[in-house]
């Protein structure tokens, strides 16, 4: 699976749209990008993932580069629940399990 | 509530000791994954079942192992359990074998004395 590279940590201001930055410059055609958070010490929780075109749910956006280099996520209005690690991990065929790394830790303020 | 759910939530054993952690998937998802959260190794892929076979293993240590029984529930073994062996335990399962959303349980922490 190809790796992937966020930044350790953000900060955001409450009611504002957050957007975390992933860059997967080593992405193959076949690999999709995911996008999964974790609330302190709970289970991970999946947001939203897609291949090449942008993706919206009803908990984010994403939007994926054209050359698929790199992909942002997007919380259109950021509420101190979302307060999370933020993991971008790519991942394709092969053996199923996901790769995850460090993550962005965002902060959302009052 | 995702769905997934992970028995116990909590276990303080001895070392040395084995122990079993239980995980009843998402009603119809086939696969199960276990991981392992550690303050210093992050969140690590185990081992991966889908429809009571092994399908893809990790970094999985020969004293672990693993199982998916019939009705789909997945069990993990850890044996001679060492001081570093404690960390959060996350079952996580999907619909299918591919690259679909996986649905992760609450953990079971794991604490080694």
């Known amino acids: 699976d190809a790796k992937t590279t966020q930044p350790p940590s953000m900060d955001c201001a409450e009611g504002r749209a957050a957007n975390l930055p992933c860059n997967h410059s080593?992405?193959?055609?076949?690999?999709?990008v995911y996008w999964y958070r974790q609330i302190h010490s709970q289970g991970p929780q999946y947001i939203i993932h897609?291949?090449?075109n942008n993706e919206t749910n009803e908990m984010a956006s994403l939007i994926i580069t054209e050359d698929r280099k790199s992909s942002t996520l997007i919380l259109p209005h950021a509420t101190l629940r979302d307060t999370a690690v933020y993991y971008c991990?790519?991942?394709?065929?092969?053996?199923?399990?996901?790769?995850f790394g460090k993550g962005t830790h965002l902060i959302i303020q009052p | 509530d995702s769905g997934v759910t992970q028995t116990p939530k909590h276990l303080i054993t001895a070392t040395g000791q084995r122990v079993t952690l239980r995980c009843s998937p998402r009603s119809g998802d086939l696969s199960v994954y276990w991981y392992q959260q550690s303050l210093d190794q992050g969140l690590q892929f185990l081992i991966q079942?889908?429809?009571?076979?092994?399908?893809a293993k990790g970094n999985i240590l020969e004293r672990f192992s693993a199982q998916q029984f019939p009705d789909l529930h997945s069990e993990l073994n850890l044996s001679s359990l060492e001081l570093g062996d404690s960390a959060l335990y996350f079952c996580a399962s999907s619909a299918g074998q591919g690259r679909t959303e996986a649905f992760f349980g609450q953990g079971t922490r794991l604490t080694v004395v």
């Open positions: 079942y889908y429809n009571g076979e092994e399908r």
């Open positions: 991990i790519v991942a394709g065929g092969g053996a199923d399990g996901l790769t």
């Open positions: 080593t992405i193959s055609g076949n690999e999709y």
């Open positions: 897609g291949l090449k």
